[in-house]
Each structure stands twice: as C-alpha cells, then as structure tokens.
C-alpha cells in the first residue's frame, strides 16, 4: 500500500510537473505571439504614416495638375482671343486691299478707254492730215 501511495503521490508529481510545464509552453508561446503582434502592429503603423504620407503627396501633385490645367486652359483662351483679333486684323486689311483693287480696277477702265478714245482721235487726225496733204499736193 505505501508504494501505491508512492506511486500515486509520484504521479501526483508528474502530473503537477507536466501541468506547470504545459503552463510554461503556454506563456512562452503567448509570449511569443505577444511579440510578433507588438512587431505587426508596429507595421501596420508604419504603413499606415506611409500612407498618409503618400495621400499628402497625392493630394498635392492633384493641386499642381489642377493649377496647371487652369493654366494652360487660360493660356489656350488667350491664345484665341489673340488669334481672333489677328483674323478681325486681317479680315480689316482684306476688305481695304479690296477696295483698293475695286478702284484701280475702276481707274484701269477709264484709262484704257481714254487709251482707245486718242488713238481714235490720232488716227482721225493722222488721216485728216494724209487727206489734206493730198489735198494739197494736188493744188
């Protein structure tokens, strides 16, 4: 009977000791996920900073690109205003060039009809004379 009460309390040891030991595995290995959790959560936050780091800058480069858009469409508007007011320049110097030519034009006319009415006078009176020069020659 003692040594089945040895037995008993030496598996009462074993039995203590096998516990305390899979309670010491256990913290070890809660330990153990306690530091690779403080380690992901230290990630997940330095992640997080490179984040909204990234997010500042995006939002600035949108407010660049958003500047330069209105730039380039104020540029573009100007840009037609200067070249609608080239067009109304030209379209002014056109319409003055057209009439200069109406007017020489109108000028040629008169000119080549002044032209036609001598040399109808001078041969009028280049035949006059021939016909009076015979005239004369036969007095």
Same mark, same amino acid.
């Given at each position: 009977?003692?040594?089945?009460k040895?037995?008993?309390s030496?598996?009462?040891? #074993?039995?203590?000791?096998?516990?305390?030991?899979?309670v010491?595995?256990?913290?070890?290995?809660?330990?153990h996920?306690?530091d690779?959790?403080?380690k992901? #959560?230290?990630?997940?936050?330095?992640?997080?900073?490179t984040?909204?780091?990234w997010?500042t800058?995006?939002?600035?480069?949108?407010?660049?690109?958003?500047?330069?858009?209105?730039?380039?469409?104020?540029?573009?508007?100007?840009?037609?205003?200067?070249?609608?007011?080239?067009?109304?320049?030209?379209?002014?110097?056109?319409n003055?060039?057209t009439?200069?030519v109406?007017?020489?034009?109108?000028a040629?006319?008169?000119?080549?009809?002044?032209?036609?009415l001598?040399?109808?006078?001078?041969?009028?009176?280049?035949?006059?004379?021939?016909?009076?020069?015979v005239?004369e020659?036969d007095?």
């Amino acid at each position: 009977m003692e040594r089945r009460k040895q037995l008993s309390s030496s598996n009462g040891l #074993d039995s203590i000791s096998q516990e305390s030991q899979e309670v010491i595995s256990k913290n070890a290995r809660t330990e153990h996920l306690k530091d690779k959790l403080e380690k992901k #959560d230290l990630k997940i936050l330095q992640l997080k900073q490179t984040v909204a780091e990234w997010e500042t800058k995006y939002k600035e480069v949108k407010a660049r690109n958003a500047q330069l858009l209105k730039m380039l469409q104020e540029g573009e508007m100007k840009d037609k205003a200067d070249i609608l007011l080239q067009v109304d320049e030209l379209l002014s110097i056109k319409n003055e060039l057209t009439l200069q030519v109406t007017g020489l034009h109108a000028a040629l006319e008169q000119e080549k009809s002044k032209v036609k009415l001598l040399q109808a006078d001078l041969t009028k009176f280049q035949g006059g004379k021939k016909g009076k020069k015979v005239s004369e020659s036969d007095h």
